[in-house]
């Protein structure tokens, strides 16, 4: 889960670097020493979970891999503890992660000039492997995203009705 959380933050903390400037959380840190300037704070408590929950789920699987029999000799007196923090941190990462998309700032407008300045560079790899298979390249490289990407959006919309509006119309769906 924290990992899931992860690979969102770690995007959000790259594409919200000032050189490329494409996303932004909608409420960030302060800098104390650059006025002004926000930082991506939700974005690294969240790949924080992400670096030290590995190490959690390690122990439980080594306190539960070296118990025994029945009498408990330090296995699950390890377990309990780190269960604890293994469940805290990934329910705050979860929380935090919500935050963090709930809140967003994209600027579509910088995406598309990074997009056309990359040029044709965007497309060399599809064209490389068409070639190494002895081909053109598809025209809908994409295939299905597009599709994907509509109905995440509408599935969130949907949601976000939902949590707003309650579930009064259930049955009219």
Same mark, same amino acid.
Request: proline share 3%; net charge negative; aromatic share 2%.
């Given at each position: 889960?924290?990992?899931?959380?992860?690979?969102?933050?770690?995007?959000?903390?790259?594409?919200?670097?000032?050189?490329?400037?494409?996303?932004?959380?909608?409420?960030?840190?302060?800098?104390?020493?650059?006025?002004?300037? !926000?930082?991506?704070?939700?974005?690294? /408590? #969240?790949?924080?979970?992400?670096?030290? $929950?590995?190490?959690? =789920? @390690? *122990? %439980?699987?080594?306190?539960?891999?070296?118990?025994?029999?029945?009498?408990?000799?330090?296995?699950?007196?390890?377990?309990?503890?780190?269960?604890?923090?293994?469940?805290?941190?990934?329910?705050? !990462?979860?929380?935090?992660?919500?935050? /963090? #998309?709930?809140?967003?700032?994209?600027? $579509?407008?910088?995406? =598309? @000039? *990074? %997009?056309?300045?990359?040029?044709?560079?965007?497309?060399?790899?599809?064209?490389?492997?068409?070639?190494?298979a002895g081909h053109e390249p598809a025209p809908s490289y994409l295939g299905d995203a597009g599709a994907y990407v509509d109905a995440v959006v509408a599935r969130a919309r949907r949601t976000?009705?939902?949590?707003?509006?309650?579930?009064?119309?259930?049955?009219?769906?």
């Open positions: 889960m924290t990992d899931a959380c992860a690979r969102i933050a770690n995007d959000v903390l790259v594409m919200s670097r000032p050189e490329l400037a494409e996303l932004a959380e909608g409420v960030g840190g302060g800098s104390s020493t650059m006025p002004g300037k !926000a930082n991506p704070t939700l974005s690294v /408590l #969240v790949r924080r979970a992400a670096l030290t $929950t590995p190490q959690l =789920a @390690a *122990t %439980l699987h080594l306190a539960a891999a070296q118990q025994v029999d029945d009498r408990a000799d330090g296995g699950w007196h390890a377990e309990w503890a780190t269960l604890r923090d293994l469940v805290r941190r990934t329910l705050v !990462a979860a929380s935090q992660t919500r935050d /963090l #998309v709930t809140g967003l700032r994209v600027d $579509t407008g910088r995406m =598309a @000039a *990074t %997009l056309a300045a990359a040029g044709e560079a965007v497309l060399a790899e599809q064209r490389s492997m068409a070639a190494a976000e009705f939902e949590h707003h509006h309650g579930h009064e119309h259930e049955e009219e769906r």
